[in-house]
């Protein structure tokens, strides 16, 4: 009765959007895989689109990683920060000046779901406590009890594939913590942080880094597999703390190293700073570096203040700051203007030009999850394939973006003899598979997703002149996929830029695919938006 209802329904939205512009549009579904499935009813042949291509791997990729956050990095995670807490308490006996660096590590423990323990002094258990409290009320631009410096606490709201399970979401929290709260080095008007600060803070990240020394091996662990994601961090690691030598000035020695994050997370007062002073006046050791990715960076080079005043007439990206109409926030498109000389419309502002022309040397090696998928942004946005490049961005993005799901079940049982003698496989995509391969060779277990993506590279060669087992194996691609994944494609959001001036974020979203019938095959595209909605 579903299927008879799924069919009558979709055959009555098709016939009234015929009559609508533009013709090709016809309609939404709830998935990729509900299309095909529906295909497969309506003895319809499929068009394989490569957005059903590029969503099954997105869907492989996100089940993959999130096993490995789950059963891999959730459990050393908890036991290094067990660990971690004992050495501190051990100084904390000879040492009663490690109060900050104690509630650090005690905020990191309950948020991986180990309780402080009972005698830890009262004042440190304040501390710790008001630092949770902030974090799980996710809301506003505050200064931090522990780090001393304004930090946006919306960052902390558990979002996405992160709030399916109890262990995800504490990974999440956890994750985020160590990622984002610093240990300022440099005092500066602009952020708030003054010398004392600066030397306090230096001195609890000394107390941690000397407790993680007999710690190294495991923690040395857990960055091997973050920079299998997403490649190199943007910060300095306080570990390099135990790399200083003994005769060195500890600030003097981190400012000569000359590695000042390329993207500034500091919540900065842009007038009493210029903006070539940002990179060292946002110089802060974190736990786990936060990662360096070009798109980031890409989006806070193009926005104020490295971009400026409005030229010509206004548009969605602008906002009041400091008293001009500037640049507030990034687009998708940024990206094709630095990749492919493509550039948005939204690009009438002061200095946009030139802040495009230094970006274009930014180079990115393929050793990480994160390096291919730009790899293949390239590809796709040199191909002239925007919505894919839209739609394929906003995935890889919300996989990623803490480092920067429904059930289903595989393997579809029909009662029906599927009778298609026609399928359809969109054009010239065989180099863009071969770096979807690549990139999923590193990730475990993907050597039967691999094959369908190889097997995919052959029949492109094929230039759609296909026999009769190519076509089964077209036609029935979705239940290959399915058969691997356990879930199955949803909308979903993710942000990539907050502009605190205005307390609005800009989000790149997924709604339900687009049905689009080509020269008699039916397939499913990217339905892709960009909305700026409140923080």
């Known amino acids: 009765m579903k299927r008879v209802f799924l069919t009558v329904a979709l055959l009555v939205t098709i016939v009234l959007s015929r009559q609508q512009e533009p013709k090709e549009e016809i309609q939404t579904t709830s998935s990729f895989f509900e299309l095909y499935e529906q295909n497969r009813y309506d003895k319809i042949p499929n068009y394989i689109s490569l957005d059903f291509i590029l969503t099954a791997n997105y869907l492989f990729k996100q089940q993959s990683i999130t096993k490995i956050e789950e059963q891999i990095l959730y459990p050393k995670l908890k036991k290094l920060a067990v660990e971690l807490r004992e050495n501190i308490l051990k100084e904390f006996s000879l040492n009663k000046n490690v109060k900050g660096a104690l509630a650090y590590i005690l905020v990191l423990n309950e948020l991986l779901n180990s309780k402080s323990p009972q005698d830890i002094p009262k004042d440190v258990l304040e501390l710790k406590d008001k630092e949770l409290k902030l974090i799980r009320e996710h809301k506003n631009i505050v200064i931090s009890p522990i780090a001393k410096v304004r930090l946006d606490y919306s960052q902390y709201r558990v979002r996405g594939k992160y709030t399916k399970s109890d262990i995800l979401k ?269 990139e999923d060779r590193l990730l475990p277990n993907s050597k039967e997703f691999i094959a369908i993506l190889d097997r995919l590279k052959v029949l492109d060669k094929k230039r759609n002149r296909f026999n009769r087992e190519d076509i089964s194996f077209l036609n029935n691609l979705d239940n290959r996929f399915k058969y691997l994944l356990e879930d199955k494609d949803s909308p979903i959001e993710v942000d990539i830029h907050t502009n605190p001036v205005d307390k609005k974020v800009m989000y790149e979203v997924l709604k339900n695919p687009i049905i689009k019938d080509i020269k008699g095959f039916r397939g499913a595209f990217y339905n892709h938006s960009e909305v700026i909605k409140e923080r």
């Open 170 to 438: 504490s990974y999440f929290l956890a994750m985020k913590y160590m990622s984002y709260m610093p240990f300022m080095v440099n005092p500066h008007q602009a952020t708030g942080v003054t010398k004392k600060i600066a030397k306090e803070q230096i001195e609890n990240a000394k107390i941690i880094a000397k407790a993680l020394k007999p710690l190294i091996k495991k923690y040395s662990e857990i960055e091997r597999i973050l920079k299998k994601f997403s490649g190199d961090g943007d910060d300095l690691t306080l570990t390099i703390l135990n790399k200083v030598p003994k005769d060195k000035d500890i600030q003097n020695y981190l400012n000569s190293l000359n590695r000042f994050p390329k993207i500034s997370e500091r919540i900065i007062d842009t007038t009493k700073i210029d903006k070539r002073d940002i990179p060292k006046a946002s110089l802060a050791l974190k736990f786990l570096p936060s990662r360096f990715t070009p798109d980031s960076y890409i989006f806070s080079q193009l926005t104020y203040p490295n971009v400026e005043e409005l030229q010509g007439e206004a548009n969605r990206l602008m906002s009041r700051i400091d008293g001009k109409l500037v640049r507030g926030y990034p687009t998708i498109m940024d990206l094709s203007a630095v990749l492919v000389d493509k550039f948005p419309k939204e690009s009438n502002y002061k200095g946009y030009k030139e802040q495009i022309a230094k970006l274009k040397t930014i180079k990115l090696s393929q050793n990480s999850i994160y390096g291919y998928d730009f790899a293949i942004y390239h590809k796709l946005l040199k191909q002239n394939r925007i919505n894919s490049f839209k739609g394929y961005y906003t995935q890889s993005r919300y996989i990623l973006n803490l480092y920067q799901k429904q059930s289903y079940t595989g393997g579809l049982k029909s009662i029906f003899i599927d009778g298609r003698d026609r399928a359809y496989l969109e054009d010239n995509i065989g180099e863009i598979l071969e770096l979807l391969i690549k």
